[in-house]
């Protein structure tokens, strides 16, 4: 990892609130645009970013199913029993990263010492330590599957510098290193040099070198780390392959074993910057060890959750292999909107993934003259995976818009707004056969904590602006801190569309500052105290995260009314070894509407269409009534399959209800979770191919990943899609609890209960293990049959080992686990952060009949931080499986008012012997009417009777009990939507009974569902904030708000501004949230502001703007004195518009820039606007603006001095003088060295 600290300036995000379509742009101006050309094809995709430098610490942490989705090619590891880290040994993950997919494994052999830098021992000691090395990897069956990196970062550890003496000797200690290594094991693969950053005249000659000498690597590497990776990779990149072909050699494959900054990772939209130029360049690379070693760089939240960042590598995994297509962005050489596209022609689906950029962007699609299985119209459809911190668990992406565009000339152009640069997009091209749209997506507004009201010692934190190497990303560039007593708080004002059930999604941070061992014991739990208006404080807990600025993600729900609250957090210190621990910072926060006011949560249903889903079956869309855009058909290969990476909230059961058609009496197929058959699925025959049915299993997923595949079909099957929802709660009663402290369970040797306010009960076991006798056993464990079952541990574990630069070195404790007196099974239980965080993996015991025992225990007892198993709180057992008889409820998410729709109710895993189903049917009669029940089978007989209360039907059904076995599908409720304003509206089943036979009656769980409903626009009020209609001050802004009616129709509008003809404007600009802004060219005037309907009514609203008291800008020639601090810091950087860049002069007096304005242009600047380096606004003060009409070194005067400390930020100063001058200055105080990042002056 890179060591040198390198000067890093990050660009201020900027959050943007909802997602929406647009028929056209956003502004007078151009919105960028990512051209992808369908008919030129640049090779396979190779994926090549999908590898991780310590991204796994043991067997099986993270979980394999968080690796396997992403189809990675190499890891770089440890050597075996390296002192570098507390974990990561390649051999030891080096099973499990095989099976997950994994091509490599680079071992970094200079990790087999302790310290960093590496302490140097002289050459013939590495070398007996490397003949160490080597000769355990010859042992090991996948010793063809490693590959050695001798030297790590050689230009900046042992050689640094890189002078003649020094690569004099850095090549022949390569010669002696690789020798010694081909000598043990010939077939050997050899990586490097390995630089920290690229230096093309030491590399060509290396190889030069290498090749001379016969000892040139396999795979050419280096490192990737900073800031000039998006201006200086193409051509870096250029620079080696000319090297090669000078030499004669090669090309050779690259990997790029170490790349992105430390605050990229978690962050998809720079991430994504990287893996689009590997893409372009067809080179390998891994993601930086920046922080911990067990969640595969900042990709995995806990055991088996995944945040944000990860569904952008999952996605670009699903494209690999198929047939790359050309993507321009709109500059190659910097950072912003960037993407990668395939094209599959078996699908007839194209895939693009992009992002990286802020507002609006249009996706060009072209080339599809070449490409006629898409015919004259395309369906675009595409997902959004947010930014959710480094802890966020993220659900599945969510998309935010879909449409059919027409095929013109053979392209098709996709207007795309409200983007977010954190974010990642997939977009999914196929031809125009969608029979369904994906719901619309609840109302979600975002709220950063930095725009809040901070009272107390609450403060902003701004790392967007930091000029420091090591930093966190965040959202808006800004957290707030400091919310340390109950007198600092930070109140945000939300305003929320309807009375309703919101989630509140608070992104926090909570931890010590420093990855050191010895504050380890510091992470602990924090607390705010919460307030809705003035109402009574509740408590929010936050679990600790690994380090203070690590954002993870608090869920809570809210009861709101319609309308304007205020939201306030106020801190709640706890007392530590005598001291006030830290509280948790904020970095903002979402509110999505999740439900009915005070209402029970409708569970939440995920859909997975099987034409998008890993495959090798044929897609198609012949037939009817399918949902989304097509179906798998498996009927031509009875080796077909599908496999559905499905993502849950939390640990339990789940129905996972397959969508199928078959004309097959005999139709079946295999049915697999997490790569273990479950079982053969026989299917029910459907009437044809043309109509569908759905087969219901419940199983126990685990939180985060679960892998479900269907394979090996037998008979005409059609797989439609995978609805996953949960289970009712009456399955909850099937998981059985056991205590940890329970009397009945055994408590050896030195294992003891001990007392935690947050484990359950407030008990758990400690000091397991340092030994076989000291262990815990729960002894009263009783199954009603012998199988397979889900044991589920909760524990707690905060070891860590020693101490470094940035990282964090977690342990992951073990326990061997041993089922009624079995040999112990060792098991690695990823850190939870802290000992008062408990956790839950899930693992599969085999158990017998009736009672049965675990045992949990170790018997290490060397290396001493690898002693004791983890804390255990309790365990659960479950059974994969239950057939517990459920309803589910099938039917439209989103109605349009003054429309029919249909519900269908089913039954799955009836009991036997049921001849009458009754429910009570409630719903909101101010939003629908009930229109009639249809029975599903002519054999089974419906009656229906409303009653006096609006909004309530009893529905019966009666028929012999063979019939209802016979039918899934029960009964269609038809309902008709009414014109109303309302948002959302809900349906719901109570009283649900099945009478059997016998007399009996079955009780099922009340169901919910909710149904969005949605109007036409039909009118748009434009006002400007506080009803100002003028923009009169210099540069101004003024904040346009489009208040649209009804309230249920689309609310996003497309902005743009005119002249009042109509003609496009110079006047200003407006933003693709509405924000007008007066453009600098000194003109005065009046502009037409336009908001246009997103939903496509043609409805606008049209709003004259006053623009008053501009200035322009006057530019010219830059002067200045040089040299710089160092290269970057030139004189001219106060005048090339990044904020990022500054003048940075090498003396601590003297400095000056400015500009000529030439020959007969002289002007009288009436205002300044200045923007001071990040971190060092208090070097300006005393710094002066001077005029001069002789030359750029003399005759100047002063205009404005700066008497106090700027804001990091726009400074503005106006100036009164009347004189006209040709050179303009700033003059740099005493001991400022420069340090202005822009300026510009105005004139009238």
């Known amino acids: 990892m890179l060591k040198k600290i390198v000067t890093c300036l990050f660009c201020t995000i900027l959050i943007c609130s909802g997602f929406s379509f647009a028929p056209g742009k956003t ?11 369908l008919s030129k094809e640049t090779g396979k995709m190779l994926n090549g970013g999908a590898g991780f430098l310590y991204g796994m610490s043991e067997p099986n942490v993270p979980d394999i199913n968080t690796i396997i989705p992403l189809k990675p090619n190499a890891a770089v590891q440890k050597a075996p029993d390296g002192l570098q880290h507390p974990n990561g040994d390649a051999l030891k993950i080096s099973d499990y990263f095989l099976e997950a997919g994994g091509q490599q494994i680079q071992i970094y052999l200079q990790d087999y010492y302790e310290k960093w830098p590496y302490e140097f021992t002289g ?62 094991h010939p077939d050997a693969k050899i990586a490097g040099p390995n630089f920290a950053s690229y230096n093309s005249t030491v590399y060509r000659n290396f190889f030069k070198f290498a090749k001379e000498n016969n000892v040139l690597p396999d795979i050419v590497t280096w490192h990737e780390l900073g800031d000039n990776f998006f201006s200086g990779w193409n051509s870096r990149y250029n620079d080696f392959r000319s090297i090669e072909k000078d030499l004669g050699i090669g090309p050779l494959e690259i990997n790029i074993n170490e790349y992105a900054r430390p605050r990229d990772p978690s962050n998809q939209g720079v991430l994504l910057q990287f893996l689009a130029k590997f893409e372009r360049s067809k080179v390998y690379g891994e993601l930086p060890y920046w922080h911990m070693a067990d969640n595969l760089n900042d990709l995995v939240v806990g055991n088996n959750q995944v945040n944000g960042a990860w569904w952008l590598y999952k996605w670009t995994a699903e494209m690999k292999g198929k047939q790359s297509v050309e993507v321009t962005p709109p500059n190659v050489n910097e950072m912003g909107l960037e993407g990668i596209a395939t094209i599959d022609q078996s699908k007839k689906q194209s895939q693009v993934v992009f992002g990286g950029s802020n507002g609006s962007a249009d996706l060009v699609l072209k080339g599809f003259n070449k490409h006629q299985e898409f015919g004259n119209a395309v369906h675009v459809t595409i997902w959004e995976s947010a930014w959710t911190g480094f802890d966020g668990a993220a659900g599945n992406p969510v998309v935010v818009q879909e449409k059919d565009y027409p095929v013109v000339d053979g392209k098709v152009i996709v207007p795309v707004s409200n983007m977010n640069n954190m974010s990642a997009y997939k977009a999914i091209v196929t031809p125009a056969t969608a029979k369904t749209n994906y719901p619309k997506q609840p109302w979600k507004k975002i709220y950063e904590a930095e725009n809040a009201k901070l009272s107390g010692k609450a403060s902003v934190y701004d790392l967007g602006n930091s000029s420091a190497y090591i930093e966190w990303p965040t959202s808006g560039g800004k957290q707030v801190g400091g919310i340390d007593d109950e007198n600092s708080s930070v109140k945000f004002t939300v305003n929320v569309p309807e009375d309703g059930k919101y989630l509140m999604d608070v992104y926090y941070g909570n931890g010590p500052l420093g990855p050191e061992a010895a504050i380890a014991d510091r992470r602990k739990t924090a607390k705010h ?42 801190g709640m210190p706890v007392m530590q070894d005598g001291l006030l621990t830290r509280v948790a910072l904020l970095d903002r926060i979402d509110l999505t509407r999740a439900g009915k006011y005070a209402g029970v949560l409708a569970p939440k249903a995920d859909l997975y269409e099987a ?9 198609d869309s012949k037939l009817d009534h399918y949902s989304g855009t097509g179906y798998v058909d498996f009927s031509k290969d009875d ?14 059961y789940y129905e996972t209800n397959f969508k199928y058609s078959t004309d097959s009496a005999n139709s079946s197929v295999e049915y697999y979770v997490d790569r273990n058959k479950v079982k053969d699925i026989k299917l029910e025959r459907t009437n044809s191919e043309d109509d569908w049915n759905t087969h219901t299993e419940i199983r126990y997923l685990k939180a985060g990943i679960n892998l479900i595949e269907l394979k090996n079909a037998k008979g005409n099957i059609n797989i439609d899609n995978l609805e996953v929802k949960a289970a009712p709660k009456d399955t909850e009663g099937l ?21 935690s306010a947050y484990a359950s009960g407030d008990k758990y076991v400690a000091l397991i293990g340092k030994g076989a006798n000291n262990y815990l056993q729960f002894n009263d464990i009783v199954v009603p049959k012998s199988g397979k079952y889900k044991l589920i541990v909760h524990y707690a574990n905060n070891e860590q080992k020693g101490n470094h630069d940035y990282n964090a070195n977690v342990v992951e404790r073990h326990a061997n686990i041993s089922v009624n007196g079995g040999s112990g099974e060792k098991t690695y239980f990823r850190s939870t952060y802290s000992w008062e965080t408990f956790k839950s993996i899930v693992l599969d015991v085999d158990l017998k009949k009736g009672t049965n025992t675990i045992r949990f225990y170790n018997d290490t007892e060397s290396p001493d931080y690898e002693q004791y198993a983890p804390n255990i709180d309790k365990i659960e057992i479950a ?70 209360e609006p909004g309530v039907v009893d529905i019966v059904l009666e028929g012999a009990p063979g019939h209802f076995k016979q039918v899934s599908d029960l009964v269609k409720i038809n309902m008709k939507a009414k014109v109303n304003e309302k948002l959302t509206t809900y349906i719901s089943s109570s009283n649900i009974t099945l009478g059997k036979s016998n007399g009996d009656l079955v009780t099922l769980e009340d169901s919910v569902s909710s149904i969005d409903l949605y109007d036409n626009v039909s009118k748009i009020s434009l006002t400007g904030k506080n009803g100002e209609k003028t923009i009169a001050t210099n540069r101004g802004t003024l904040q346009l708000e489009a208040k649209v009616i009804p309230a249920n129709a689309e609310q996003s509008v497309k902005w743009s501004v005119f002249n009042l003809n109509g003609s496009e404007t110079e006047l200003a600009t407006i933003s693709s949230v509405g924000l007008l802004s007066a453009n600098k060219v000194g003109k005065n005037g009046q502009v037409k502001v336009v908001a246009t309907a997103a939903d496509g009514s043609g409805v606008v609203s049209e709003m004259v703007v006053n623009i008053t008291n501009q200035l322009a800008q006057v530019t010219g020639v830059p002067f200045g004195k040089n040299p710089p601090w160092a290269p970057g810091g030139e004189y001219d950087k106060a005048f090339d518009g990044n904020i990022n860049t500054f003048y940075d002069f090498s003396q601590a007096n003297g400095g000056y820039t400015g500009i000529d304005l030439g020959s007969g242009n002289q002007s009288v600047v009436k205002e300044i606007r200045y923007y001071p380096r990040a971190g060092y606004t208090g070097r300006m003060v005393g710094g002066k603006i001077q005029g001069s009409n002789i030359s750029p070194t003399e005759g100047f005067v002063d205009l404005y ?31 400022g060295y420069g340090n202005v990042a822009e300026l510009e002056f105005y004139i009238r």
């Not at 050689?154 to 090549?171: E, K, L, S, T």
């Not at 807990?541 to 809570?556: D, L, M, Q, R």
């Not at 599903?936 to 006096?948: A, F, H, N, Q």
């Not at 303009?1224 to 105080?1229: A, F, L, M």
């Open 879 to 948: 059974a994969p499986e239950t057939t517990e008889t459920t309803l589910s409820v099938k039917g439209p998410n989103l109605v349009k008012v003054n429309d029919s729709f249909n519900l269908t109710y089913s039954l799955n895993d009836l009991v036997d012997n049921i001849h009458s189903f009754k429910m009570q049917l409630n719903y909101d009669s101010e939003t629908m009417d009930f229109v009639s029940a249809e029975s599903l089978s002519s054999k089974i007989k419906v009656t229906t009777k409303k009653s006096v």
């Open 735 to 755: 998981i059985q609890v056991i205590e940890a402290e329970k009397t009945s369970n055994t408590v050896a040797g030195t294992a003891n209960v001990q007392e």
């Open 27 to 37: 502004s007078a101006a151009a919105d960028p645009q990512l051209e992808v050309d």
């Open 529 to 570: 105290a919460f307030k809705v208006d003035n109402g009574d404080a509740t408590e929010i807990v936050y679990p600790a995260n690994i380090g203070f600025k690590f954002i993870g993600i608090k869920k809570v729900y809210l009861d709101l009314k319609a309308g304007e609250h205020t939201l306030t957090f106020s």
């Open 123 to 184: 050459i013939p000691d590495y070398v007996n330590k490397v003949e160490t090395i080597v000769k355990k990897v010859v042992e090991n069956p996948n010793k063809n599957t490693f590959v050695y990196v001798p030297f790590n970062e050689p230009d900046q550890i042992w050689y640094g510098g890189m002078n003649a003496d020094a690569q004099a000797r850095f090549f022949s200690d390569w010669k002696t290193v690789v020798e010694k290594i081909k000598s043990l």
């Open 611 to 619: 034409e998008y889903a890993e495959t090798d079956g044929i897609v």
């Open 1201 to 1231: 001095t700066i008497s106090s400390t700027p804001e990091l930020g726009w400074n503005v100063a106006e100036l009164s003088g009347e004189t006209a001058y040709r050179y303009i200055r700033y003059v740099s105080p005493d001991g």
């Open 639 to 652: 080796h077909s399959s599908v496999m559905f990476v499905v993502n849950v909230e939390k640990n339990g």
